[in-house]
Nanobody, 122 residues
Framework: VQLQASGGGLVQAGGSLNLSCTAS????????MGWFRQAPGKEREFVAR????????DYTDSVKGRFTISRDNAKKAGYLQMNSLRPDDTAVYYC????????????????WGQGTLVTVSS
């Protein structure tokens, strides 16, 4: 499976972006999907994840109520809608797939997109 993330850009604080992650291959629907981010000088961190059916979701505390993760298995795509963006959301955002349930650890994710840069200005 190959992943392609897109949708990043420069936005003012309080603005919104919608990230997309498209997959090649036949088995996208069999994997759980996650979004991670890495800010300059910091380690990669978990942002959100979604189950195979698109029902079960989980978010890191700092994005709860602002970000929404979703997926469309028919389109082999996942999304991260980001609202009320803050300067500390600035990072490269990565989508990834894991066969494991309920994982927030990047070590458990098998396939990774190339990342898309989100910059939030104050």
């Amino acid at each position: 499976v190959q992943l392609q993330a897109s949708g990043g850009g420069l936005v003012q604080a309080g603005g919104s972006l919608n990230l997309s992650c498209t997959a090649s291959g036949r088995y996208f629907h069999t994997y759980r999907m996650g979004w991670f981010r890495q800010a300059p000088g910091k380690e990669r961190e978990f942002v959100a994840r979604i189950g195979r059916g698109g029902i079960s979701t989980d978010y890191t505390d700092s994005v709860k109520g602002r970000f929404t993760i979703s997926r469309d298995n028919a389109k082999k795509a996942g999304y991260l809608q980001m609202n009320s963006l803050r300067p500390d959301d600035t990072a490269v955002y990565y989508c990834a797939l894991t066969p494991l349930p309920e994982s927030r650890s990047s070590n458990d994710y098998r396939y990774w997109g190339q990342g898309t840069l989100v910059t939030v200005s104050s």
